[in-house]
Every structure is written in C-alpha cells, then in structure tokens.
C-alpha cells in the first residue's frame, strides 16, 4: 500500500469515527458518570470496530450481506438499540459522577461497536472500498490496527474533553433530555434497520 492508500484509508476511518450517531452519545454519557467509564466504554468500542475491520480486511464482511442473514442481523441490532432506548429514556444510569464502575460501560461499548448499524455499514461499504485489494497480510493487519486506535482514540479523546466541570455539569444539569433525545434517535435507527432488513 501506497502512502496515499494509508492516509486515505485514515481519513475514511477519522470520518466514521468523528461523525455523531449512538456511539458518542453512550461513550459520553459513561464518560460524565466516570473517566473510567467513558475510557473503557471507547476501548471495548474499538474492539467491536476491530472485528468489522477484520471481516472487511478477510472478505468475511460480504457473508453479511446475504440476503439469508440481513433480517436477523438487522433484528439483533434494532434489538440492542431498542433495550438501549428503554435504558436511557428511563435514566438507569443518569449522568451523575459515581464509583466508576468499569464493566457495564466495556460491555455496553462493546456491544454499540458490534451491533450499531452505522459502524457496520461503513465497514461494508466504505472501508472494504478504500482498502486496496492488492493489499498484503501484514498491510490488513495495519488497516484493523488503524480502524482500532483511531476509533478508540477519538472516543478517547471526547471522553477526556468533557471532564470540565462547567461541562460536566451542563452534561448532568440536562441529562433527561440528552437521555430521551437519545432514546428517541435509537428507536429511528431500529425502526430504519427493521425496514431495511424487510426489503
């Protein structure tokens, strides 16, 4: 791979990772509870980017779009999506500072990066096209390892952003309505996999 291939490839990965959708809204909200929380939930949330890199680099990812395996997938990430809006619309786990408790955040960013359908559309279809076909074992290696860090340091970096206290305490001032406005845009990106996966 080419110099331009690598920065290519690196912006295509800053540009899935920077844009804003349900991932962001969960590392953050872990984040206000805890540094902890928000640095484990962006490090399990890179290691679920990790496992679509790594399809997408083996060739594995086309399996997933078979017309066979689209409703379940599409059913089990509206799923996910679903429990999650219950969760934040009901504040089981307001954004207040707590023991930061690591575990739930790893989970919960662990299954955002495996199940949220954004970061599996752009690894089947941005990613897989901007990587070169021609590229080696060790150069795919190099692209899941760059779509790892780079998630993961994004999410990294935003949950050591809000760590101000003004901005801690604007976060937790307004946490029901950041909650429910999240809960609502999780339930659209089900409501939208589910018509997808039904057509």
């Given at each position: ?6 920065l290519?490839l690196l912006?295509?990965?800053?540009a899935?990772?920077?844009?804003p ?14 540094l ?5 939930c ?9 496992v ?20 379940p ?16 619309w ?6 207040q ?20 359908p954004?970061?599996a559309?752009f ?5 897989s ?11 795919q ?17 935003a949950s ?14 307004h ?8 809960a ?12 997808g996966?039904?057509?």
């Open positions: 791979m080419s110099a331009a291939d690598w290519t912006l295509a990965c800053a899935g990772a920077l844009s959708g349900p991932s962001l809204a969960l590392v953050l909200r872990h984040a206000a509870i805890s902890r929380q928000g640095l484990a962006a490090v399990a949330h890179a290691l679920g980017v990790g679509y890199a790594t399809l997408a680099v083996s060739g594995l990812a086309l399996i997933l779009q078979s017309a066979t395996l689209a409703l997938v599409a059913l089990l990430g509206a799923g996910w999506l679903c429990w999650l809006a219950w969760q934040f009901h504040g089981a786990a307001d954004w500072a707590a023991g930061g408790q690591a575990g739930p955040a790893f989970r919960d960013g662990l299954l955002m990066g495996l199940l949220n954004k970061v559309l690894f089947l279809a941005i990613f096209a901007v990587l070169p076909v021609a590229a080696s074992a060790a150069e290696a190099g692209a899941v390892g760059l779509a790892i860090v780079v998630d993961g340091g994004w999410y990294a970096l050591l952003l809000i760590q101000g206290r003004g901005t801690l305490a604007w976060l937790r001032r946490a029901r309505w950041i909650n429910r406005l999240s609502l845009l999780f339930v659209a990106l089900a409501a939208g996999l589910i018509v996966g039904l057509t």
